[in-house]
């Protein structure tokens, strides 16, 4: 049995990486690490928590005397490292906080990880050969695109928020413990991810929330801002090749080829439930226009392309598959 720890699991991605994880791999024993902070919710983990497999502990990836004692108790031999703060309008009140977490967090598990894994730059210990330390990111690091191409993994660092050059601050250090110290490290780079799980104040649980309230849908700006969605789903298949199959010191992009303004997403919404609920009049008439975010980036796209080609992975979800199973989870959880 191999001991991995995964951070941050108790959030979106990482509460739908754990069963599909546990499922697929039996001879892993998963440990968890969770602050549990706003955006941590224990009911996430439901599902895994009577699995003899499944560990849960509570406790701050900032700790170093807390991160070692983990490493030692656990013999850990692998680290997928979802935790960080993500709400960029969050971000924007409070920098401080992402900081913390995403650089001095990010620097605090790379260099556990190295000093129990290695005796010296480029040398490890007999025992941990295969040890890998998977880094979670965002397309957010590459800034913002025009109208046309997209995000590559050779496209230029430009964050645009303290969210992401929190973000990109880490990827360089995970890059800087592969090229300094020889650890064995994969970036992985998503797109934005919907379905089941993730936190209500995000753009599509707040759009299916207010709708169902019959409150106002807020969009900020003019509504167009595009992102390329990815079903959380196939982000964890992604993760899943990456970790196993990935080439080290690589970064993968892994994005959906789903782009849509969030005024195409308000109306896709609006429209399944007005098949499901349906009321006197269309949600779409609750859409209402809110004061921009500041330094609100234009477009993302991403280019996945590389771990298509390399590691054979691809989205199994469509976008107009994947938001009907999203909207009906939510639908379920609100009502």
């Known amino acids: 049995m191999k001991n991995i720890l995964l951070t941050g699991t108790a959030g979106f ?18 440990i968890n690490l969770d602050l549990l902070t706003y955006a941590g919710n224990l009911e996430n983990l439901k599902e895994c928590e009577k699995n003899p497999r499944f560990k849960f502990i509570k406790g701050d990836i900032c700790n170093r005397e807390l991160v070692e004692f983990i490493f030692k108790e656990f013999d850990i031999s692998g680290v997928i490292h979802f935790a960080a703060e993500s709400h960029v309008d969050n971000s924007i009140k409070n920098p401080e906080a992402f900081i913390k977490t995403n650089v001095n967090g990010t620097f605090t598990l790379l260099d556990v990880a190295y000093k129990y894994w290695m005796n010296k730059p480029f040398a490890y210990k007999d025992e941990y050969k295969n040890a890998r330390f998977h880094h979670i990111s965002t397309d957010e690091v590459y800034g913002t695109l025009g109208e046309t191409g997209l995000f590559s993994e050779t496209t230029p660092y430009a964050p645009n928020s303290p969210y992401s050059s929190s973000k990109a601050s880490s990827d360089m250090i995970v890059r ?20 089941p799980k993730q936190h209500d104040e995000k753009l599509i649980p707040t759009i299916i929330r207010n709708a169902l309230a019959n409150k106002p849908i807020p969009i900020y700006g003019d509504g167009k801002n595009i992102r390329d969605w990815l079903y959380v789903l196939d982000h964890c298949k992604g993760i899943d090749i990456a970790y196993h199959k990935g ?18 997403i308000v109306a896709k919404i609006c429209e399944i439930l007005d098949e499901l609920l349906p009321k006197d009049e269309s949600y779409k ?51």
């Open 176 to 195: 800087a413990y592969h090229e300094t110290y020889g650890l064995n490290t994969i970036i992985t780079n998503c797109s934005n991810n919907y379905g």
């Open 285 to 335: 008439n609750l859409l209402t226009f809110v004061e921009d975010r500041a330094g609100h980036d234009r477009r993302y796209a991403i280019d996945a392309s590389k771990i298509e080609n390399e590691l054979d992975w691809k989205a199994d979800e469509t976008f107009d598959s994947g938001i009907v199973k999203t909207v009906k989870w939510y639908v379920e959880k609100y009502s």
């Open 247 to 264: 080439k080290a010191g690589q970064t993968y992009n892994i994005g959906g080829k789903n782009e849509r303004t969030n005024l195409e």
């Open 13 to 30: 991605i990482g509460s739908n990486f754990v069963p599909y994880f546990l499922d697929k791999y039996s001879g892993y024993n998963l």
